[in-house]
């Protein structure tokens, strides 16, 4: 019993979360779904537990509330002893769908590319307080349950951290070619510069000058979210080097996150997270998963089109 595996996974009420809490529970580990709302992550606790998976327990978290995370370091402590897997899967878009209907007849998120920025306002909006808080949930409150949970994944046997990314996290999507350096210099980029570059990208969104200086124009804060959580996976692979550390974009995947839009199920969705959480001791840390396959941080024609 020493040996059996836990694993804790943020969001893991609805959508991909759900499907790799109970993709891991299949493979025998033993998974704490975590969900900001308590009653929702009860009742998905307990749809596993009806199918035949008891090896899924409900704590709630909610990753911007610091408050909300010692309780679950203690319940992982006294319940578990150490952690092996930590899931940072929870996450914020950053947009308002304004007409449903057509961003769905316009092939969802595969039309939001910048040449058709302003073809896309009476579709959706991205207001700044929107973009705000996609940051501080997709990167900076993601920072903060994972190093609070670094003293327990150290003292796992073969430790694992699965960052769940987008393919708009590559920095095909960034026009400023020195940003794309900079995020791709893992040797020289430091935690500081990031926050850096994060407030430059919050302060050129509050002011119109997105275009002026090369961000992203469409789900431009997800894209920059997802660009910088990438980087601090890489950043933080080479600070821990016994903790196997990688990033994953599980594929467009159709949950109520994408409105339904998608090319695949969550169930194929949760293949690759999973995959990589349940990767043996000699794979690679400080990676980029498409799916299940490796693929570069920055790709030269458009991840899809």
């Known amino acids: 019993m020493e040996d059996k595996r836990c694993a804790l996974v943020t969001g893991g009420n609805r959508g991909i979360g759900l499907e790799i809490c109970r993709q891991l529970a299949l493979n ?13 992550g009860v009742e998905a606790t307990d749809k596993l537990s009806i199918s035949g998976l008891h090896n899924v327990v409900f704590h709630q978290l909610d990753i911007n509330d610091p408050l909300s995370i010692a309780p679950l370091v203690k319940f992982i402590e006294t319940h578990f002893g150490k952690l092996d897997i930590l899931i940072n899967n929870a996450a914020e878009l950053g947009i308002i769908f304004i007409n449903d209907k057509e961003f769905k007849a316009g092939g ?10 302003h073809l896309l306002t009476n579709i959706v909006k991205e207001p700044y307080e929107l973009g705000e808080k996609c940051l501080q949930t997709n990167y900076y409150a993601t920072k903060t349950i994972t190093e609070a949970l670094i003293p327990l994944l150290q003292l796992s046997k073969s430790p694992r951290i699965v960052n769940v990314t987008s393919v708009y996290g590559d920095l095909y999507w960034f026009h400023n070619e020195k940003l794309k350096h900079e995020l791709q210099d893992i040797e020289n980029l430091t935690e500081g510069r990031i926050d850096e570059i994060i407030r430059m990208f919050l302060m050129d969104f509050k002011t119109a000058n997105l275009e002026k200086n090369g961000w992203p124009l469409t789900t431009s804060a997800y894209k920059v979210s997802k660009a910088v959580l990438n980087a601090y996976t890489r950043l933080m692979a080479r600070k821990y080097e016994n903790i196997m550390i990688n990033c994953v974009h599980p594929g467009y995947v159709m949950t109520e996150m994408t409105s339904q839009t998608g090319f695949i199920t969550e169930e194929e969705g949760a293949k690759g997270p999973v995959m990589v959480a349940l990767l043996p001791d000699n794979g690679p840390s400080g990676a980029y998963f498409n799916r299940t396959q490796v693929a570069p941080f920055s790709s030269i024609d458009a991840p899809f089109k």
């Open 28 to 40: 025998g580990v033993d998974v704490i779904l975590t969900s900001r709302n308590e009653s929702r």
């Open 108 to 117: 969802g998120f595969v039309q939001l590319v910048d040449e058709k920025a």
